[in-house]
């Protein structure tokens, strides 16, 4: 069973730093990509970056935000920097066969419960 569990959300103040992470588990990493999307509060869902584990390759839809793997773990950070009260949102992780902007726009296959992010102003 495909199981993603995120950590790492809390409260920041704007301007501040936060890195969320993802444990993957249950399936062969390797053949997967990984993915952040959010979802604030009233809006759709954004997808914002997302990385092959096979290979390294990454997209990002924003650029203040870094994906990166630790394969031997099998964890997918996702460091967020110079935060803004906009970014407030339930960040959640994914996976997929597939990494780019089409994934990134419809979904991914398997999805985490979610880690909440309040930036103060």
């Known amino acids: 069973e495909v199981q993603l569990v995120e950590s790492g959300g809390g409260l920041v103040q704007a301007g501040g730093s936060l890195t969320l992470s993802c444990a993957a588990s249950g399936f062969t990493v390797d053949d997967y990509a990984i993915g952040w999307f959010r979802q604030a509060p009233g809006k759709q869902r954004e997808g914002l970056s997302c990385?092959?584990?096979?290979?390294g390759r990454t997209y990002f839809a924003n650029s203040r935000f870094t994906i990166s793997k630790d394969n031997t773990k099998h964890t997918v950070t996702l460091e967020m920097d110079h935060l803004k009260p906009e970014d407030t949102a339930v960040y959640y992780c994914?996976?997929?066969?597939?990494?780019?902007?089409?994934?990134?726009?419809?979904?991914?296959?398997?999805w985490g419960k979610g880690t909440l992010v309040t930036v103060s102003s």
């Open positions: 994914a996976a997929d066969r597939f990494c780019g902007p089409g994934v990134m726009r419809s979904g991914m296959d398997h």
């Open positions: 990385i092959v584990n096979s290979d």
